[in-house]
């Protein structure tokens, strides 16, 4: 069987600590190389296979507690899990800095679906599982359609994340993803809730009411667009939670959404 040390397709070359007022957690940062880390389920107990991607802005990516501690409890719970790190868009490395984490998501899901077959596993679905930006990335994942179908993921589940292209996301996407003025065409292409239709894969989705940095609204306009297309979702809003909260705390009760994943995969 597989063990857990990460699939090189990554190096990381800082880790520091990043502290903000609603949450303390290590970061990784100045990420070059991607890497895959599996998880293999411990007693499978589904036919799906899950992509974690952490947060971050696109400034850095929240490898623990929105990565490894939450790929952790899948496998525990019979879920085999993989917690991609990403290489962070910056003009130094690349003439399309949008492009490389959408390769790199890509690319992970590729090769999840490869591993599970190699180890001749019963899993014939592979979905990504998004936090933050990292929400953002599986949403553009499923949306902008890779003619490789390997990579294109079979569903998504989507935690506190970015789907409208706000005045606010707007400055965020030019100034962390795209380091320039994003073109008339690319402004339409990151309309995200105008591209969804009959193909969008189903979406598990979750979102604290008091979210100051995602606004609710981006679930809820996502889940309304599902709807709107017949494309099956569930949605768990939480009344507190603010944003980052990972795995969640049983004091706002946001540390119910796992299990409540955990279920929606068995069920769907």
């Known amino acids: ?9 990554y190096k990381v070359n800082k880790l520091v600590e990043y502290e903000e007022e609603a949450w303390g957690t290590k970061c990784v940062i100045d990420i070059t190389e991607p890497t895959l880390t599996i998880y293999p389920a411990q007693n499978q107990s589904s036919n799906k296979a899950v992509v974690i991607i952490p947060g971050g802005g696109y400034e850095m990516v929240a490898m623990y507690h929105e990565g490894y501690e939450v790929a952790e409890k899948l496998a525990a719970a019979g879920i085999t ?3 991609l790190k990403y290489r962070l868009p910056n ?3 690349s003439d399309q800095p949008h492009m490389v984490p959408l390769s790199d998501g890509r690319r992970a899901i590729r090769l999840l679906r490869e591993k599970v077959k190699e180890q ?3 899993i014939d679905k592979v979905g ?3 936090f933050s930006a990292g929400s953002h990335l599986a949403t553009v994942l499923g949306l902008w359609k890779s003619k490789n179908q390997d990579e294109n993921p079979d569903f998504s589940a989507l935690i506190y994340g970015v789907t409208i292209l706000s005045d606010s996301n707007l400055e965020w996407l030019q100034r962390t993803l795209y380091h320039r003025q994003m073109t008339e065409q690319e402004k ?3 309309r995200l809730l105008e591209l969804i239709d009959e193909h969008t894969p189903p979406a598990f989705l979750v979102h604290a009411i008091d979210d100051d940095v995602c606004l609710i609204d981006e679930s809820t306009r996502y889940a309304n667009q599902l709807k709107a297309n017949n494309i099956p979702y569930e949605a768990h809003y939480f009344s507190e939670g603010g944003h980052g909260f990972g795995l969640g705390r049983k004091e706002d009760g946001t ?4 299990s409540l994943f955990i279920n929606w995969l068995h069920r769907n």
């Open 1 to 9: 069987m597989w063990n857990q040390n990460d699939i090189p397709f």
């Open 81 to 83: 899990a993989a917690v």
């Open 91 to 93: 003009t130094a490395s």
């Open 120 to 122: 001749s596993l019963n």
């Open 128 to 130: 990504v599982l998004g």
């Open 188 to 190: 339409q292409q990151n």
């Open 255 to 258: 540390d119910q959404w796992l």
